[in-house]
């Protein structure tokens, strides 16, 4: 049985599936999070992007399972390496809802892993997810703090 995007299907990747993947990022991320002053990962639902095939003039959201992307965002705020200018992180784990199924990257054009509505994750993949998140992120800070120097 395919199943399409629809209301249950984005309220299972919103309740069960981000949440997953959050713990595992904000376990990765332990030894990063006390280098910044500040920080928050929350669920994020687009409720901006119209669906491209449908002409529906209904409210983007869950409740009428019409939503394009939710996702992963975190913010880091107030970093700052020694003698240099503090600066903060954004970065987002993209969850791009085609029709019959989802992809899932680091944003909406590049695509790590595509996965049918409704199909569970395992913890390896779950895992998969999380830690090539947390290497960009990483790489990201790295260079932000070469560039300073």
Not at 42 to 64: A, H, L, M
């Amino acid at each position: 049985m395919q199943h399409t995007r629809n209301k249950e299907a984005i309220l299972h990747l919103y309740n069960k599936i981000l949440p997953q993947v959050a713990e595992r990022i904000f376990q990765n991320l332990t030894e990063i999070t006390p280098l910044f002053d500040d920080f928050n990962l929350e669920r994020v639902v687009n409720t901006w992007t119209k669906d491209r095939s449908g002409f529906s003039e209904k409210e983007i959201s869950i409740e009428n399972g019409n939503v394009q992307q939710v996702g992963l965002r975190l913010r880091l705020n107030g970093f700052q390496p020694a003698g240099a200018q503090t600066f903060d992180m954004s970065k987002e784990l993209v969850f791009k809802l085609e029709y019959s199924s989802y992809e899932v990257g680091p944003d909406k054009n590049t695509t790590w892993v595509e996965k049918a509505y409704l199909e569970s994750w395992s913890t390896k993949e779950t895992d998969e997810i999380a830690a090539r998140w947390c290497e960009d992120l990483i790489e990201e800070i790295t260079q932000k703090v070469q560039n300073l120097g």
